[in-house]
């Protein structure tokens, strides 16, 4: 097997981690599951600001999850603002919370807890003041810009349910969530920057809103002063209704399993999903697994460079550093502007103590050479973080001995918008790391791998990855639908959350993630499901049917291949495969783009109808020598003509 490499001793010394080594990390593992209930129970007493201490630990049960739904702390009430903001505005006024690093480089700003707290207050009231009750939802469609984090704490402050929706998505689906969750309020930007590039929110949400709405109002944050399309009695200049709002406010108390926000995202079938995480179990979690996989220290300065339109952002730029009182950089910008050093100019500039990226960012920076990276001190640099895909050994050994000069400890992270927060790493300055491998799970998650037949796989094997019990940051339910969230996690394999990937565990029981066993995939450590490219394509009127798969890409992790079987009439063309990434962006967003488009006569199917999606993904894997049975097709000539056919 490969290399095992120790913690160095740079990250071990200093740290007030509860978890130091193997042995403080295997009891506390240990107590996780002999006592569940009395781990968590101190774990949120002694870290999270609670109004009435909870003394119930779960209830719920993984075997029947539509009758007995999961909750934790069920007895307490809190409001997490208290947690992320109030205390750290009382006990560290002038500490920076939020270093915000602007598109251009040095035009950014600090903001310290006290005044995260001013603008957390007037927030609240502003949204208050607008009509927006506890209970009540706030799509947040947003760029990178401080107000960010600020609509969603001011939402959470007035016990409201944001759901952010990441600023590359299109006006249809802004258009769909909004629907879905039925929200009062939109907070949006003017326009967003990326590299100079100039987003138009404010008008991508006007065009969303179009037509019979439940939204009464836009809230309108002015980042460049571009010009926007305006609705008189319905928007809203945050610097008019925030800038003015009181910066008094006392937050609203909610119960520990009051809904904290609604995150869409992409799974196997239909539209994508609203999970919901609650207030007490979600800032519990993500505050502990911060704390305890980074390492975090008083001084710190921790940049992860995601976006709080996904899971990461939420739980590792907003709530988890916040509740630990720690700096946490928003950053606004992309990895290469204005050129392949501006991670490393960051880190210099701002001291960065703990940095966290997606691995399809190592591997884009990698291939741009060392020199970008050598030009920048990064001596500050203590823990290297990962998220979102599979990292292949080759960019590990490269942020490790390029990036961290082999003095920073690499915490290759492991987890879903369903779990909330990070569910298999390793914890800094504990876990010895091979490069591949996520390790160990976090105390309190139960990692199981089932066969196809689901049964349980002991020791080293490889198999569905699934979770035996219930811990605080797993998302509750799906918006609206506890049905479609009891089929979609607990049915394939019953009485255990299923998590969608397979995974391979060693003889020293490290854990190694295989990616997806459904039908999502995974770009650039973006979340994807592929009936939504094929449901958007077949929209376009030259489509008669599209089957889309995943294939390994050098870069992204996975590339997004789709075969297109045209109306009759119709031939395929360069300028067809242009066109169709246009309708997926007009439909889904920018992020979504089909790499390859194979134009073929039909569709593999079964006699029953039914598309053998293994045939598709053997091809576009280039694989086509490994199709295995096919004598179940009711047309096998339709193999013969995909394999011998081009791509475009
Ligand atoms: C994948 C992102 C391998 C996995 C936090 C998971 C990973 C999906 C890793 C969730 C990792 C995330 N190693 N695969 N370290 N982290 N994944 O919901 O397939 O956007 O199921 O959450 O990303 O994506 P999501």
């Known amino acids: 097997m490969s290399d095992v490499y120790p913690v160095p001793d740079r990250v071990r010394i200093g740290t007030n981690n509860p978890i130091t080594s193997m042995d403080t990390y295997r009891s506390a593992a240990a107590h996780a599951q002999n006592d569940p209930d009395q781990f968590w129970l101190d774990e949120t007493r002694r870290n999270v600001v609670w109004r009435t201490p909870p003394t119930l630990g779960v209830s719920g049960n993984f075997r029947n999850i539509v009758d007995s739904p999961i909750t934790w702390f069920a007895d307490g009430t809190l409001n997490i603002t208290e947690s992320c903001v109030d205390r750290h505005a009382a006990e560290h006024p002038n500490k920076v919370a939020i270093v915000w690093e602007s598109d251009t480089p040095g035009e950014g700003y600090n903001i310290t807890y006290k005044e995260l707290h001013q603008q957390v207050c007037q927030a609240a009231n502003a949204l208050s003041g607008m009509g927006l009750k506890k209970g009540e939802r706030a799509i947040i469609y947003m760029g990178m810009v401080p107000e960010a984090a600020i609509a969603m704490l001011a939402c959470a402050r007035i016990g409201a349910v944001h759901s952010v929706v990441f600023g590359g998505f299109s006006a249809e689906a802004i258009r769909d969530r909004v629907r879905d969750c039925g929200a ?54 945050w610097h008019d209704a925030v800038g003015n709002a009181s910066t008094e406010h006392t937050a609203v108390e909610c119960a520990a399993e009051d809904p904290l926000f609604i995150l869409y995202t992409s799974g196997s079938t239909g539209k994508p999903k609203g999970l919901v995480h609650t207030c007490g179990g979600y800032i519990t979690y993500t505050q502990y697994t911060h704390r305890t996989v980074f390492d975090l220290r008083d001084d710190d300065v921790y940049a992860c460079v995601a ?75 203590r823990v ?30 492991w987890w879903q918008t369903e779990t909330g927060g990070i569910a298999i790493a390793p914890i800094a300055p504990a876990t010895p790391t091979k490069p591949g491998s996520a390790t160990l799970p976090m105390p309190g998650i139960l990692p199981v791998l089932l066969d196809t037949d689901g049964e349980r796989i002991t020791g080293p ?27 979609v996690y607990f049915t394939t394999f019953r009485g255990y959350y299923f998590t969608g990937d397979g995974c391979r565990r060693d003889a020293d029981g490290y854990y190694w993630i295989t990616g997806r066993v459904d039908d999502v995939i995974n770009v650039s450590g973006h979340r994807m499901g592929t009936a939504e490219f094929e449901s958007a394509l077949v ?21 997004v291949y789709a075969y297109i079987v045209l109306q009759p009439g119709v031939t395929g063309s360069e300028a067809l495969a242009k066109e169709l990434n246009l309708t997926l962006r007009r439909l889904i967003g920018a992020h979504a783009r089909v790499d390859l488009y194979q134009f073929v006569p039909g569709l593999p199917k079964t006699r029953s109808g039914k598309v ?37």
């Open 184 to 237: 009062e309020i939109v907070i949006t930007q003017d326009q967003g920057l990326r590299g100079t590039k100039a987003i138009p929110l404010k008008n991508i949400a006007d065009q969303a809103l179009q037509g019979e709405s439940s939204v009464k109002q836009v809230l309108v944050v002015q980042r460049t002063g571009g010009d926007v399309t305006w609705v008189d009695g319905r928007d809203v200049w």
């Open 307 to 381: 976006d709080v339109g996904w899971i990461t952002g939420h739980s590792y730029i907003v709530y988890g550093p916040l509740a630990n009182g720690a700096t946490t950089v928003m950053f606004e910008s992309v990895p290469t502007f204005p050129d392949a050093g501006r991670y490393w100019d960051l880190v210099e500039r701002h001291k960065v103590t703990i940095f966290y990226t997606a691995p399809t960012a190592i591997r884009a920076l990698a291939a741009q050479g060392d020199a970008f990276v050598t030009k920048y001190d990064r001596s500050s640099l």
């Open 384 to 413: 290297l973080g990962t998220v979102g895909e599979p990292i292949n050994p080759d960019a590990w050994e490269w942020y490790y001995n390029v990036v961290g000069e082999r003095r920073c400890n690499i915490v290759d992270t």
């Open 461 to 487: 094997g490889e198999g569905r990855l699934c979770i035996d019990h219930p811990w605080p940051g797993l998302a509750r339910t799906v918006w609206g639908d506890h049905d479609r969230y009891g089929a």
């Open 539 to 559: 929209s376009d009127e030259s489509v008669a049917e599209a089957g889309v798969v995943g294939y390994p890409h050098p870069i992204k992790g996975q590339g």
């Open 612 to 648: 053998m999606r293994r045939i598709l993904r053997k091809v576009a894997e280039g694989e086509p020598e490994k199709l295995g049975d096919i004598s179940t097709l009711a047309d096998p000539s339709v193999v013969e003509a995909i394999v011998a056919g081009c791509k475009l």
